[in-house]
Structures are given as C-alpha cells and as structure tokens.
C-alpha cells in the first residue's frame, strides 16, 4: 500500500480496526460464556450487539473512502485475544477468574477506544466529516463497556472474599 498521505494512513487504520472489530464479536461469546457473574455475562452479550455495529460503522466509514474488501489483519487484537483465551481455559476460583477476565476485557477496551480516537483525528485533519462522526459515536459507546467492567469489579465483586483468601494463602 504505502503510506503517500494521511488519508492512506486513515485507510491503512481503519481496515486494522475493521478486521479488531470482527475478531472481537467472534470473541465475545467465548467470554460471556467463560464468566460466572451475571452482570458481567450481561455487558458482554450487550458490547456483543455494540461492537456489531462497530463493524458496520467501520464498513461505512470503508466505503466513504472506496475500500469495499479490508484486507488488514490486526495483529495487536489478535494478541489480546489470544491472551484472554489463554485466561478462558485457566481453572481456579471462579470470582478470580472473572476479575482476570475483566482485565483482559479492559485492555481491549482501551486497544479499540486509542484506535477509534487516532481515526477520529485522522478523518478530521483529512476533511473526512462523516468519518469523524462515526469514530465519535463509537468512542462515546467504548468508553461504558471500560466503565461498566470497572463498576462491576470495583462494586462487589472484589469484595466477595477472593482477596481475603489470596492473602491468607499467601501469608503462610
């Protein structure tokens, strides 16, 4: 491709966050299933229908700029995710499971809210209005999943003993 202006540079970063999109709604099941709280199991199946329409938000964005088949493969997704499998199939107290769960969770959040702002900035030093106001909308939705994730730990699920036990077992 080659990077000649910053509307390659948007490109290039908008077909990465198309392909980080879609591997995360392939994701998100797996999480909501591999959870035990159920206001987590909850935010996960709703960012499921959100990150949807991220990808749709993506394509649009694609079209405005003549690209109808993203070829990018986002590498820093695919290592996140491969990280939080890796927490999926690890066994042990079910509340620790889900706390490390949500840090996972967490550093995707802030993956896909720095890649939606860097496009928001690039579509507006490039003139691209429509751009701007789909990478808007979007970031404005992936701030309250990094929220929500942080209520639910912060809330009570910590507080359910799992800490306590860590501490004694780590005292002996």
Known sequence: MGFHSLKDVLTEQLEDLHSAETQLVTALPKME????????????????????GHVKRVEE?????????????????????????????????????????????????????AAWGTVRQLAKETGFDGIEDLADQTL?????????????????????GVNEQATRSTTR
């Open 140 to 160: 404005d939705e992936e701030s309250q999943p990094d929220k929500l994730l942080t209520k639910i730990a912060t809330g009570g699920m910590f507080k359910s």
């Open 33 to 52: 299933k591999a959870v035990t709280h159920d206001e987590l199991k909850t935010a996960f199946r709703e960012h499921l229908e959100e990150t949807r």
């Open 61 to 113: 964005a694609l079209g405005e700029l003549g690209v109808t088949k993203p070829t990018e493969e986002c590498k820093g997704m695919k290592g996140l995710i491969a990280e939080g499998e890796e927490i999926l199939q690890t066994t042990g107290d079910p509340t620790a499971k889900d706390a490390a769960i949500i840090a996972a969770a967490q550093r995707i959040e802030h993956y896909e809210i």
